[in-house]
């Protein structure tokens, strides 16, 4: 039999009636689960399609930080710091100036070395100066060197130089020459002095001697 639909004067949705015109009320509150039945499942059909349509995945890298921990080996191993050696600045100082009184000049003992030997001990000199002014910058400057005995009183004498240099040749009689009188030598102007008297002991006496350009002259003595 075909279903008829009843339409509610109420405003309420017509509802079918299972075929029948009037039916009991369980007859017609079981037509309308049913029905209310058959709308969840539409519904319901709709919805899982929706909710089986796979999402895509957002993938969100985290960065991730490495952290190195040193083995005991590592941490227990001294490391080595490299230390500065301080230099040495002892003979650069102990060096005197090029242009200063220096009797430790190794010219001078090259100079000694060329000396004929004394003639009273045919001994040689001692290159170890006793006195002098010399200057590698000087006109004229001087040493005094004694023979090198055991002599209670040995022989010395003078030895020049010019501008550092030894003057082997063209200079006077420097024997006996004691010392250098400072107070009267100049740069071209060489002052020596020489004991006169029993035992060496008596008065200074003073010869002075210049380099006149091109060598060594006598210009006086006073005593």
């Given at each position: 039999?075909?279903?008829?639909?009843?339409?509610?004067?109420?405003?309420?949705?017509?509802?079918?009636?299972?075929?029948?015109?009037?039916?009991?009320?369980?007859?017609?509150?079981?037509?309308?689960?049913?029905?209310?039945?058959?709308?969840?499942?539409?519904?319901?059909?709709?919805?899982?399609?929706?909710?089986?349509?796979?999402?895509?995945?957002?993938?969100?890298?985290?960065?991730?930080?490495?952290?190195?921990?040193?083995?005991?080996?590592?941490?227990?191993?001294?490391?080595?710091?490299?230390?500065?050696?301080?230099?040495?600045?002892?003979?650069?100082?102990?060096?005197?100036?090029?242009?200063?009184?220096?009797?430790?000049?190794?010219?001078?003992?090259?100079?000694?070395?060329?000396?004929?030997?004394?003639?009273?001990?045919?001994?040689?000199w001692n290159p170890e100066p006793v006195a002098g002014?010399?200057?590698?910058?000087?006109?004229?400057?001087?040493?005094?060197?004694?023979?090198?005995?055991?002599?209670?009183?040995?022989?010395?004498?003078?030895?020049?130089?010019?501008?550092?240099?030894?003057?082997?040749?063209?200079?006077?009689?420097?024997?006996?020459?004691?010392?250098?009188?400072?107070?009267?030598?100049?740069?071209?102007?060489?002052?020596?002095?020489?004991?006169?008297?029993?035992?060496?002991?008596?008065?200074?006496?003073?010869?002075?001697?210049?380099?006149?350009?091109?060598?060594?002259?006598?210009?006086?003595?006073?005593?």
């Amino acid at each position: 039999m075909p279903t008829r639909v009843a339409t509610w004067r109420s405003g309420r949705l017509p509802v079918a009636c299972c075929g029948v015109r009037k039916r009991p009320a369980s007859a017609v509150v079981g037509c309308l689960l049913a029905v209310t039945a058959a709308a969840l499942a539409a519904c319901s059909s709709g919805d899982s399609t929706v909710s089986k349509t796979p999402i895509p995945a957002t993938e969100t890298s985290t960065p991730t930080t490495e952290t190195t921990t040193p083995t005991d080996s590592e941490a227990s191993t001294p490391t080595s710091t490299p230390t500065s050696t301080p230099t040495s600045t002892t003979s650069a100082q102990a060096a005197p100036a090029p242009c200063a009184v220096n009797l430790a000049a190794p010219e001078i003992a090259q100079a000694v070395a060329q000396l004929p030997r004394d003639p009273r001990s045919r001994q040689g000199w001692n290159p170890e100066p006793v006195a002098g002014n010399y200057n590698a910058c000087s006109p004229l400057s001087a040493v005094i060197v004694k023979a090198n005995t055991n002599a209670e009183n040995p022989n010395t004498r003078a030895v020049l130089f010019h501008q550092g240099q030894y003057i082997s040749s063209g200079v006077p009689d420097t024997f006996g020459f004691t010392g250098i009188d400072a107070a009267q030598s100049t740069g071209d102007t060489l002052a020596l002095t020489f004991a006169s008297g029993p035992g060496l002991g008596g008065l200074q006496s003073v010869v002075r001697f210049r380099w006149n350009g091109s060598g060594v002259e006598l210009i006086g003595n006073t005593e």
